[in-house]
């Protein structure tokens, strides 16, 4: 079982030299394959960490198991682990009162980018939704200290935790369900751009909403017209922003679990006369733009989120080919001041890849796009500019001229 304890305790890690140059470069994490020696260390131990000379570069988490052996907590030592953690996440809750507007709903805690690598904290209005990913943060001293503390600091009627089981394996930790950890409640409602959304904690894939694209749909609603078309809408984030804007509405996904939400969160938002009433698909959304590009369908903003398709870098070149082949489609099928909307949540598909996919697609369909907006992810999911792993969403919102 993940055990803590203080780096005072004498438990040491030492890395390479490629390991060490990494942590000085700003990056807070050494792959097993940097580690020399990790004598006597066990699972999600606090740890000194220096080099292969023996000079400190500080105190970090390990992890017997996963191939990210050690994520760096801090360049000094530390010996009081939870009294650390209160005050990262003291820091965490501040940053977010100076960037989050307009919504209940938000990353209180982002892992790496906050630092405190391996965990993850949304907020859903009342009911926090927590994500624990190594042996370090699993264990009982350090859960009992981030429980309380965000308890004290923001006093929700409930505390869920939801488990990954694939990560859950990777770190070597007994697997368990997802669940209530504190408090009853397990659904709720949240706003976000003032359109609300139902939140079951329970249900849902993997985080419940895409928080991270919160300010996409306020940028992309703002463009938004005509005829629209969402595509891979889950449980409707774009469409629901899109619909006041737009004349009509249709949201497309494969999921129907998804799609019943999504229609719930329509009739939520419903009450507006003006709004259309938003058609919801579920097809493959391959199939289905294939199949509209060549019937000749014809909308005025097309927005396109599809989910990750390069999970490793070997992945890119086929998951280029896949960015390609629908945001050329989307494209055929925008009318002239067409807006597309189009994300990748790929980490190894960089910005540039993105944007460099997409001018060939738009030379192939024969259409001239100007750039309206390069966009990532909402700043309550913040980027470290030395881990590069932070920043994973790209939003851009293009305008077809001819
Ligand atoms: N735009 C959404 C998030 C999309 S996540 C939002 O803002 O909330 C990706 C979605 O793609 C998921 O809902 C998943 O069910 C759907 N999906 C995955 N593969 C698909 C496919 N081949 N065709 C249609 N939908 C797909």
Known sequence: ?????????????????????????????????????????????????ADHRGQP?????????????????????VTDLP??????IAQAVAYRETVVQDTNAYRVIFSEADFLPGLIVDRY?????????????????????????????????????????????????????????????TSTIFTMNGIKFHFDALEGQKTGAFLDQRENYAAASHYAHGDALDVFCYQGGFALHLAPRCA?????????????????????????????EIEWIEANAFDLLKDY?????????????PPAFAKSKRDLDAALRGYKELNLRALKMLRPGGILVTCSCSYHVGQADFVQMLAAAARDAHRTLRLAQVRGQSRDHPILLNIPETAYLKCVIAIVSK
């Open 1 to 49: 079982m993940a055990r803590v304890t203080a780096s005072g305790s004498g438990l040491r890690v030492i890395v390479s030299a490629r390991g060490a140059s990494r942590l000085k470069d700003g990056h807070v994490w050494v792959y097993r394959s940097d580690i020399v020696s990790a004598e006597g260390v066990p699972p999600g131990a606090l740890v000194a960490v």
């Open 57 to 77: 570069l500080g105190t970090a988490l390990y992890s017997s198991s996963s191939q990210i052996a050690i994520r760096l907590l801090s360049h000094e030592t």
């Open 83 to 88: 009294a650390l953690l209160r005050q990262r």
């Open 125 to 185: 209005d009342d009911i926090l939704s927590m994500q624990i990913l190594t042996q370090a943060m699993d264990a009982d001293a350090v859960r009992q200290a981030i429980t309380s503390d965000l308890t004290e600091r923001l006093h929700p009627a409930s505390i869920i935790e939801r488990v990954d089981p694939r990560v859950r394996q990777l770190e070597d930790l007994l697997p368990h369900e997802s669940g209530l950890i504190q408090g009853e409640k």
């Open 248 to 276: 009509h509405v249709t949201g497309v996904d494969s999921s129907r679990p998804a799609l019943e939400v999504a229609d719930q969160n329509a009739t939520l938002n419903g009450s507006n006369q003006t709004q259309p």
């Open 293 to 305: 590009s060549t019937t000749g369908q014809r909308y005025d903003t097309i927005v396109l989120d």
